[in-house]
T-cell receptor, first 115, second 116 residues
Framework: GAVVSQHPSWVICKSGTSVKIECRSL??????MFWYRQFPKQSLMLMAT?????????EQGVEKDKFLINHASLTLSTLTVTSAHPEDSSFYIC???????????FGDGTRLSIL | AQTVTQSQPEMSVQEAETVTLSCTYD???????LFWYKQPPSRQMILVIR??????QNATENRFSVNFQKAAKSFSLKISDSQLGDAAMYFC?????????????FGAGTRLAVHP
């Protein structure tokens, strides 16, 4: 079936570092991908909608300059956390729908820890 | 704006028994999808069951079934013959059916414990 691959699964880095997370659709083309953030014991909150060939749409309260999203191809979207700080530590997860009416497929998530 | 509410932060059930997780939502749309996702400790998001709002018949997937009450905007999940592997966080989610690819709106989640 359709699969979404997310990499890396776990990142630990120093404060001030920029971190890039990749989300790939393996056997389907994804013109749209979604990026969620999940803090411990909380729900998934949508950060932004990634659109192939155009600018991402960010949810209210999400800093565009801090969370850079690039969707340069039909199979790859990237989220870059720029100048990361400890408060950015969280679980980031992407998803993509194979087709408009089909359920989204989720990546396995990235655990980001900023020291 | 649409909202999803799960009023049970935690639930527990004995193995082989039945448990029902509650979910209510608010929307002005008539066409949408509702989902239940399971998130085990691995944090993978696993689709449990899906319901199209235009379908009156409640969805079922093996031991999992829903009670979809459109007028009441209620979408509960029943797990029958509970198994130890059912222990996880369960999220109810809403997705609009209009306008192409749409985001999921999640409830706060219910943590289900299964006791042997």
């Amino acid at each position: 079936g359709a699969v979404v691959s997310q990499h890396p699964s776990w990142v630990i880095c120093k404060s001030g570092t920029s971190v890039k997370i990749e989300c790939r659709s393996l056997d389907f083309q994804a013109t749209t991908m979604f990026w969620y953030r999940q803090f411990p014991k909380q729900s998934l909150m949508l950060m932004a909608t990634s659109n192939e060939g155009s600018k991402a749409t960010y949810e209210q309260g999400v800093e565009k300059d801090k969370f850079l999203i690039n969707h340069a191809s039909l199979t790859l979207s990237t989220l870059t956390v720029t100048s990361a700080h400890p408060e950015d530590s969280s679980f980031y997860i992407c998803s993509a729908p194979p087709r408009g009416t089909q359920p989204q497929h989720f990546g396995d998530g990235t655990r980001l820890s900023i020291l | 704006a649409q909202t999803v509410t799960q009023s049970q932060p935690e639930m527990s059930v004995q193995e082989a028994e039945t448990v029902t997780l509650s979910c209510t939502y608010d929307t002005s749309e008539s066409d949408y999808y509702l989902f239940w996702y399971k998130q085990p400790p691995s944090r993978q998001m696993i689709l449990v069951i899906r319901q199209e709002a235009y379908k009156q018949q409640n969805a079922t997937e093996n031991r999992f079934s829903v009670n979809f009450q459109k007028a009441a905007k209620s979408f509960s999940l029943k797990i029958s013959d509970s198994q130890l592997g059912d222990a996880a966080m369960y999220f109810c989610a809403y997705r609009s059916a209009s306008g192409g690819y749409n985001k999921l709106i999640f409830g706060a989640g219910t943590r289900l414990a299964v006791h042997p």
